[in-house]
């Protein structure tokens, strides 16, 4: 390296410290003038080493405490604390080695009194000076695109959004709304609180807002659809911080201002887990996810990964999701013993194989089809691929002699009037009853709908108001469960290690939502007006199609468990010899593709199930149209 290279890199500190050396000189010679000022006849004397033990031991001190390690530009509260501290501790050594050289001849113990404060006041306000001569040269360069923003929320995340955005040109902050009684009136960075959250909407329109910034990353799902509704009040564009479990699990930055989702609306609080019993049930076992491509499947995959298993095993019969998440897990835990299988779970040679190979302990069963209208003419496809490949999986797991097996289930298989219910309540019937006649545990979990799943109704809402409209909605009184994908799966991995064997455990899904009150957020997200901008269309009940979800059947006699967002229900017995010849009938039946046996097999099982609203193969055509919201 260059002399002028070494010299630029050394420089910057090289000046400081001098600077906190020339001060500290320049401290302890004003001290002593101010004790010497109440006495004017005593003449002020210093010895001839004082000032070099003085600078001696306060550098020393500066070092310690890390006094250099800040950056003036950003100097902070944290900053000057340290600056006291370096003050107030510095002022004991000096004392302590004056001591040692002249016991403190011709040094009062005043001085020792006035040296720390006069010593914080010299080293944080040049500090603070400094940075705000250079905030103010960000005020005056401001561009003619500056926005004003109004941030809501004054707490530690409003401040420090405030300090990151002070340092963009492309915004002024002009102050804060928050709900606190102690901060109002108050100034936090010198920009005031100028009211309430309620009074946002004229606050706005009062200090020529331009732009709102919500900095409330604790908030539950009520109070921000509170506060996006009075951000919507105002007209203004809005955006928000990551919530603080998205931040913590690493899947945002704490200041990364982005797009209010449906998800930060509909959410819920974060779901408090019992880690340790997850752990000895995952950790260090060889597990097993089937369907791990899919939406709840992937996210399975990532949890387990993060646990420690000894080894993850990936079935999935979609080429393209099983790259994606094998890529991605390598990627992220390349220490992860990861196999990933491109089967079918249907397929008994592949999965028999696989099974005395991998030899798995834990099995999550994620693979089914779950497009309610789709699967409404394909019975055959729904059964072989909903029922009897669950049971394929099912008996191996059985075979070799796997510690847990938990089902993923659905609320449609509560009282089903779908196919698609249908088959997966038949499925948890085999599942149940197995679990009497094996030394596995198996565990079915239900839950509703979980946002943004493929397949979803947001992703068709999104891409249906990109395109300008219509949103399609099935019936203006529809209503549905939702809940996040982690969500979902942090709480199925809670419910297997809940479970001991043959228990359905439903997950919390707090209150249902209409889905026109979700079409109309998302069209309002989307910064549309609904009904107007972005018409809604309502194309009558598809087949199959409930208005209301159940999580338990009345029989089911639901009850709490250890934790408050899982509940257990009772379990509905089936004779075993009766389940086991309508399975070989129904295999039988795929086989040869006898559809009205297969009807017959479903009816057999349950007995409830109305057939009269199920869609003959050729109705497959007007159910498309339903769902694109063609007339």
Not at 319 to 329: A, G
Request: charged share 20%.
């Amino acid at each position: 390296m260059s002399i002028r290279k070494l010299v630029g890199v050394v420089h910057p500190r090289v000046a400081v410290v001098a600077h906190d050396l020339l001060v500290t000189a320049l401290a302890w010679w004003v001290a002593k003038e101010l004790r010497y000022a109440i006495d004017p006849q005593l003449p002020v004397t210093f010895g001839f080493f004082e000032f070099p033990i003085v600078l001696l031991v306060q550098g020393l001190i500066y070092a310690w405490t890390g006094l250099y390690k800040g950056v003036w530009r950003f100097a902070s509260l944290p900053d000057l604390w340290n600056i006291l501290r370096a003050a107030i501790v510095g002022t004991v050594a000096i004392g302590v080695a004056l001591f040692l050289y002249g016991r403190l001849e011709g040094v009062p113990r005043s001085v020792l009194l006035l040296y720390p404060f006069v010593l914080a006041l010299f080293l944080g306000a040049p500090r603070l000076a400094y940075r705000f001569w250079k905030d103010s040269r960000i005020d005056l360069f401001m561009n003619a695109k500056t926005q004003r923003v109004l941030i809501v929320g004054a707490d530690r995340a409003g401040e420090a959004l405030a300090r990151d955005l002070h340092r963009d040109s492309r915004y002024v902050v002009v102050g804060f709304v928050d709900d606190q009684r102690s901060l109002r009136g108050a100034r936090i960075n010198g920009k005031p609180v100028l009211g309430t959250l309620d009074q946002l909407p004229d606050v706005a329109k009062e200090a020529a807002v331009q732009m709102l910034l919500i900095a409330l990353p604790g908030a539950n799902a009520r109070l921000m659809r509170h506060v996006v509704d009075l951000c919507d009040r105002t007209g203004l564009p809005y955006r928000t911080v990551p919530k603080l479990e998205d931040v913590v699990a690493g899947r945002a930055q704490f200041n990364q201002i982005k797009e209010v989702s449906i998800e930060d609306l509909l959410g819920r609080d974060a779901v408090e887990l019992d880690w340790t019993r997850i752990r000895e049930t995952l950790t260090g076992r060889r597990v097993l996810v089937t369907g791990g491509g899919g939406s709840i499947g992937s996210e399975l995959c990532r949890q387990v990964a993060r646990l420690g298993v000894q080894a993850l095993t990936i079935v999935e019969s979609s080429e393209y999701n099983l790259y994606q998440i094998s890529q991605e897990l390598r990627a992220a835990y390349p220490e992860l013993l990861l196999n990933s299988v491109l089967a079918d779970c249907g397929d008994p040679i592949a999965m028999r194989r696989l099974f005395t190979e991998v030899r798995p302990q834990v099995v999550f069963h994620a693979a089914a089809y779950k497009h309610v209208p789709m699967l409404q003419g394909q019975l055959r496809t729904a059964v072989r691929n909903n029922v009897l490949a669950t049971r394929n999986v099912a008996d191996l797991a059985h075979e070799t002699r796997v510690e847990c097996f938990v089902l993923i289930s659905t609320d449609k298989a509560v009282n089903p009037t779908s196919v698609m219910g249908a088959c997966k309540r038949i499925a948890e019937i085999w599942c149940q009853n197995l679990n009497a006649n094996s030394s596995t545990h198996f565990i079915t979990v239900r839950f509703g709908n979980v946002l943004d799943s493929a397949g979803s109704v947001v992703p068709l809402f999104r891409q249906q108001i990109s395109s300008g409209g219509p949103v399609t909605v099935t019936h203006p009184e529809i209503s549905r469960y939702f809940m996040t994908i982690p969500e979902a799966t942090q709480l199925i991995l809670q419910a297997a290690a809940l479970g001991k064997g043959g228990e359905i455990f439903a997950l919390d899904m707090g209150e249902p939502v209409k889905i026109r009150d979700l079409a109309e957020q998302m069209i309002r997200l989307a910064g549309k007006k609904p009904g107007t901008e972005i018409p809604i269309v309502y194309t009558g009940l598809r087949s199959g199609e409930k208005l209301f979800e159940e999580l338990f059947h009345p029989l089911e006699n639901y009850s709490a468990t250890a934790h408050n967002k899982i509940f257990l229900a009772q379990h509905r017995p089936v004779s075993w010899d009766l389940l086991q010849v309508q399975m070989t009938r129904a295999a039988d039946s795929v086989r040869s593709y006898d559809e009205e046996e297969l009807r017959r097999c479903v009816s057999n099982l349950l007995p409830s199930f109305c057939w009269t609203d199920v869609a003959q193969p050729d109705n497959v055509v007007s159910i498309r149209r339903n769902e694109m919201g063609e007339k």
